[in-house]
T-cell receptor, first 115, second 116 residues
Framework: GPKVLQIPSHQIIDMGQMVTLNCDPVSNHLYFYWYKQILGQQMEFLVNFYNGKVMEKSKLFKDQFSVERPDGSYFTLKIQPTALEDSAVYFCASSLRGSSAETLYFGSGTRLTVL | AQKVTQTQTSISVMEKTTVTMDCVYE???????LFWYKQTASGEIVFLIR??????ENATVGHYSLNFQKPKSSIGLIITATQIEDSAVYFCAMREGSSNTNKVVFGTGTRLQVLP
């Protein structure tokens, strides 16, 4: 089936540094999402993105977070500066039209460790 | 606000048996969609099956089926003839249909272990 690729699979950084998580969504998809999962718990919605804009974000999407998809390339999640509580697995997802009935296609996640 | 609750943290079953995983949801929306996803040991998240709130018939895909009890706001996942490779964490999720939100809300997951 369609694949969402996330690079890298694991990233370790020092607290206060900037990190960018990259996502290569399914090629013809138009809606993009980031979810955060801590220690194998539930996935918590961070943000969704369409047509170059943030459509919706949760309280977890702090001011230090930003997303973009420059020139239709990678969909990125940037955290600047990072904090210890940002350590988690971040999942990217995409969908074609963003309709409510559509399933999301997820990447395999990037495990972020903030030291 | 949307909410999805999975009370079973972990279940163990013998291979080739049937297992049911529970999920209840909360929504103010009259139209919504319910999903089950599977997360494998490698972390991969795979869509399994969907139930549309306006459909009375329970969805079925392969050896996955749903027990949709709308009055109870319940959407159980049934796996028949379980296999070792069904061992994974199963997440119930919901998306509202007619509200302004586009997000999918997940439950906390149920870890299924299928024993030989």
């Amino acid at each position: 089936g369609p694949k969402v690729l996330q690079i890298p699979s694991h990233q370790i950084i020092d607290m206060g540094q900037m990190v960018t998580l990259n996502c290569d969504p399914v090629s013809n998809h138009l809606y993009f999402y980031w979810y955060k999962q801590i220690l194998g718990q539930q996935m918590e919605f961070l943000v969704n993105f369409y047509n170059g804009k943030v459509m919706e974000k949760s309280k977890l999407f702090k001011d230090q977070f930003s997303v973009e998809r420059p020139d239709g390339s990678y969909f990125t999640l940037k955290i600047q500066p990072t904090a210890l509580e940002d350590s988690a697995v971040y999942f990217c997802a995409s969908s074609l039209r963003g309709s409510s009935a559509e399933t999301l296609y997820f990447g395999s996640g990037t495990r972020l460790t903030v030291l | 606000a949307q909410k999805v609750t999975q009370t079973q943290t972990s279940i163990s079953v013998m291979e080739k048996t049937t297992v049911t995983m529970d999920c209840v949801y909360e929504t103010q929306d009259s139209s919504y969609f319910l999903f089950w996803y599977k997360q494998t040991a490698s972390g991969e998240i795979v869509f399994l099956i969907r139930q549309d709130s306006y459909k009375k018939e329970n969805a079925t895909v392969g050896h996955y089926s749903l027990n949709f009890q709308k009055p109870k706001s319940s959407i159980g996942l049934i796996i028949t003839a379980t296999q070792i490779e069904d061992s994974a964490v199963y997440f119930c999720a919901m998306r509202e249909g007619s509200s302004n939100t586009n997000k999918v809300v997940f439950g906390t997951g149920t870890r299924l272990q299928v024993l030989p």
